[in-house]
């Protein structure tokens, strides 16, 4: 369930969120682009679809969260 919240990507939001630490927005493309490339990159090692969704609405929930944490704390990504 929690292999996708597992990644340098996640990682890195989560440094962000609890140190409000400055991240090169080049490096924060890449392990994006590592994160993305390894979520999709997944779909053929689930032989179940709903296996496959409950662990995307896992990263998706995780995600939400440091969201708010962000805000919350004044910071922006966008």
Same mark, same amino acid.
């Given at each position: 369930?929690?292999?996708?919240?597992?990644?340098?990507?996640?990682?890195?939001?989560?440094?962000?969120?609890?140190?409000?630490? %400055?991240?090169? =927005?080049?490096?924060?493309?890449? $392990?994006?682009?590592?994160?993305?490339?390894?979520?999709?990159?997944?779909?053929?090692?689930?032989? %179940?679809?709903?296996?496959?969704?409950?662990?995307?609405?896992?990263?998706?929930?995780?995600? =939400? $969260? =440091?969201?708010?944490? $962000?805000?919350?704390?004044?910071?922006?990504?966008?």
């Amino acid at each position: 369930m929690k292999r996708f919240i597992n990644t340098k990507f996640f990682l890195v939001l989560q440094e962000i969120s609890q140190n409000g630490t %400055d991240v090169d =927005i080049r490096f924060l493309t890449t $392990v994006y682009n590592e994160f993305m490339r390894y979520v999709f990159g997944e779909y053929i090692n689930f032989h %179940d679809n709903i296996a496959y969704r409950n662990v995307l609405a896992y990263t998706l929930s995780e995600l =939400i $969260v =440091i969201e708010k944490f $962000v805000q919350k704390k004044g910071f922006d990504f966008y």
